[in-house]
């Protein structure tokens, strides 16, 4: 058996191991997840505010929802203000 390059590829090949994806399949889900857990809260307050504007949801609902899910997240942040998810998200 090889040395994995680094704990990504060593996590993919465990998940691929024990839940029979393929290891292409478990690479990208390993990414994703690492990815999640590596966004910063700015980057998720502007993704979250598109993705529920996309939905019609309207700014003050959005806000209202955004300072929830941020207490939620598996990687907290301080808690924000409507003002202060407005500032991050349009400057």
Not at 61 to 78: D, N
């Amino acid at each position: 058996m090889s040395e994995a390059a680094d704990p990504g590829d060593e996590l993919a090949d465990q998940v691929s191991r024990t839940t029979g994806l393929t290891p292409e399949d478990a690479r990208r889900v390993v990414a994703d997840v690492l990815a999640y857990f590596t966004e910063t809260t700015e980057e998720y307050v502007r993704r979250r505010h598109r993705e529920l504007q996309t939905y019609g949801v309207r700014n003050d609902e959005i806000f209202a929802r955004l300072g929830t899910e941020l207490r939620h997240r598996p990687v907290r942040s301080p808690a924000l203000s409507a003002r202060q998810l407005r500032r991050i998200v349009y400057g």
